[in-house]
């Protein structure tokens, strides 16, 4: 069954999209949730205006995604953990942790599901984070993890 998406749905498509679904799916789900619409001849247009208010509504938000992460990529954060004798973490740093330093620093809001670590923290020593601001915008942030001072 063809159905328009009025509103993002994560792994099907993007708000205007014209997308191929199960009729149980679209029937029980996707119309009732307000998420889609049949794919009729007048709802094509009506489609094709939603794709437009989109493509402009990401190219405002691109700009203000450039500006964040010129602000971003000059930010770097240290963050204090237990650590045993060789320099070994008790645990991870966690994504969650990341982000909350960040946001602390920058005085932006940030959402963990927006932050990817270069590789896990075990350890003691410098790191790097990215943070998707925008599909198009990321930044990158340094961060330094020290052990508790005893």
């Not at 994560?10 to 996707?30: C, F, Q, S």
């Amino acid at each position: 069954m063809k159905v328009i998406l009025r509103k993002d749905v994560k792994g099907r498509g993007r708000t205007g999209d014209i997308v191929e679904v199960a009729h149980g799916y679209a029937r029980n789900y996707l119309i009732p949730q307000g998420y889609a619409t049949l794919a009729s001849k007048g709802a094509l247009d009506q489609a094709k205006s939603m794709q437009r208010a989109r493509a402009i509504k990401l190219e405002k938000e691109k700009v203000g995604a450039v500006e964040l992460a010129d602000k971003l990529n000059e930010t770097s954060v240290t963050i204090t953990v237990n650590a045993g004798e060789e320099g070994k973490l008790f645990g991870s740093v966690t994504v969650a942790q990341v982000a909350s330093e960040i946001a602390k620093a920058s005085g932006l809001e940030i959402d963990k599901r927006d932050v990817t670590l270069s590789e896990q923290i075990k350890t003691l020593g410098t790191f790097s984070a990215t943070i998707e601001l925008h599909p198009e915008v990321s930044a990158t942030v340094g961060i330094e993890i020290v052990a508790v001072e005893k």
